[in-house]
């Protein structure tokens, strides 16, 4: 079984930057694609960006050209820079990860969630 743990949010001004990150750990053979997703009070939870093994990425168009989705594979970690933070970027931000067991069961994970709140 493995976990994620996100880390990073906080209470930000509009315009400022923050960096998340999110660690898988537990009995882990791999981890292979790796995303953030984010649920605003009363809205459908959406993918902001996600990133494959081979470190290709993909962005909502919300966030693209302001945040930057990368990984260290060494240390089964993925972290969203988010920069030219707004006010509709407060949200509950979700780590999601397909993880391969060690034994080698393949399973998608969520983290519990880190709030970001960008004030105007």
């Known amino acids: 079984q493995a976990q994620l743990v996100e880390s990073g949010g906080g209470l930000v001004q509009a315009g400022g930057s923050l960096r998340l990150s999110c660690a898988a750990s537990?009995?882990?053979?791999?981890?292979?694609?790796m995303g953030w997703y984010r649920q605003a009070p009363g809205k459908q939870r959406e993918l902001v960006a996600r990133?494959?093994?081979?470190?290709?990425?993909y962005y909502a168009d919300s966030v693209k050209g302001r945040f930057t989705i990368s990984r260290d594979n060494a240390k089964n970690t993925v972290y969203l820079q988010m920069n030219s933070l707004k006010p509709e970027d407060t949200a509950v931000y979700f780590c999601?990860?397909?993880?391969?067991?060690?034994?080698?069961?393949?399973?998608?994970?969520w983290g519990k969630g880190t709030l970001v709140t960008v004030s105007s």
């Open positions: 999601n990860a397909d993880i391969v067991s060690t034994a080698r069961v393949l399973m998608n994970y």
């Open positions: 537990g009995s882990i053979f791999s981890v292979n694609d």
């Open positions: 990133i494959t093994l081979g470190s290709g990425t």
